[in-house]
């Protein structure tokens, strides 16, 4: 016996495709998309500053992001969490939670610490849900040997129980150290600048969409 498609669940279907098809004609799904740039070290000598200048002004040179940048050294969040955080915590708080909350997606920086990511990133993650749900989160890495892919690969599980998507494309810096000159350009960046365009595109793709999609239907609805 051959099954059929009910008809109320094909005009259900039918509808979210309309629907979704007039959110992608929409002012809001054509404005640019706020990218939150999270700087995920706070180390004495790190090397982070220097990776993120250059991310940044990739993410820069694109008409379609727009970029907040989270440096984890500019906040003190302690890893205690608290359901009533503190005055002082509360004001640290207030240095990165709205802009984690008006980004439309993220791009991580991390370094690898003991074959993983820094604590400090560990707990912006940990302070924060909402901010993170139905939204792409691209990865960037450097180290050593390994350009920090242990990092990321210990932080796709973490953000995909926040509701996040990570972006299968990562840019990673191995033996960064020696990649950079001493004013901060990267001396050989052709395959670099290659993968950061495909990160990123990616990263537009998935933020426009999930936009376009939680204007129809909030997430989770």
């Given at each position: 016996?051959?099954e059929?498609?009910?008809?109320?669940a094909?005009?259900?279907?039918?509808?979210?495709?309309?629907?979704?098809?007039?959110?992608?004609?929409?002012?809001?799904?054509a404005?640019?998309?706020?990218?939150?740039?999270?700087?995920?070290?706070?180390?004495?000598?790190?090397?982070?500053p220097?990776?993120?200048?250059?991310l940044?002004?990739?993410?820069?040179?694109?008409?379609?992001?727009?970029?907040?940048?989270v440096?984890?050294?500019?906040?003190?969040?302690?890893?205690?969490?608290?359901?009533?955080?503190?005055?002082?915590?509360?004001?640290?708080?207030?240095?990165?939670?709205?802009?984690?909350?008006?980004?439309?997606?993220?791009?991580?920086l991390?370094?690898?610490?003991?074959?993983?990511?820094?604590?400090?990133?560990?707990?912006?993650?940990?302070?924060?849900?909402?901010?993170?749900?139905?939204?792409?989160?691209?990865?960037?890495?450097?180290?050593?040997?390994?350009?920090?892919?242990?990092?990321v690969?210990h932080?796709?599980?973490?953000?995909a129980?926040?509701?996040?998507?990570t972006?299968?494309?990562?840019?990673?810096?191995?033996?960064?150290?020696?990649?950079?000159?001493?004013?901060?350009?990267?001396?050989d960046?052709a395959?670099?600048?290659?993968?950061?365009k495909t990160?990123?595109?990616?990263?537009?793709?998935?933020?426009w969409?999930?936009?376009?999609?939680k204007?129809?239907?909030?997430?989770?609805?």
């Amino acid at each position: 016996m051959t099954e059929t498609t009910a008809p109320s669940a094909v005009i259900e279907s039918a509808s979210a495709v309309t629907e979704f098809a007039s959110a992608a004609d929409s002012e809001s799904a054509a404005a640019p998309l706020r990218v939150a740039v999270v700087i995920g070290s706070n180390r004495e000598g790190r090397f982070g500053p220097v990776v993120a200048e250059w991310l940044l002004a990739r993410v820069r040179e694109r008409t379609d992001l727009v970029v907040d940048v989270v440096d984890l050294a500019d906040a003190d969040l302690p890893t205690s969490l608290s359901f009533n955080p503190s005055d002082a915590v509360s004001a640290e708080l207030a240095k990165v939670t709205p802009k984690l909350a008006a980004a439309d997606a993220f791009i991580v920086l991390t370094p690898e610490y003991n074959h993983s990511y820094p604590a400090s990133l560990k707990s912006l993650i940990d302070w924060h849900g909402a901010e993170w749900q139905a939204k792409p989160v691209a990865l960037v890495s450097y180290g050593g040997l390994s350009g920090g892919l242990r990092a990321v690969e210990h932080l796709r599980p973490v953000l995909a129980e926040l509701h996040a998507v990570t972006i299968r494309d990562t840019v990673s810096f191995h033996n960064a150290g020696a990649l950079f000159d001493a004013e901060g350009n990267h001396q050989d960046p052709a395959g670099a600048d290659a993968a950061a365009k495909t990160m990123l595109d990616q990263l537009a793709w998935w933020a426009w969409a999930l936009r376009s999609a939680k204007e129809v239907r909030p997430y989770g609805s």
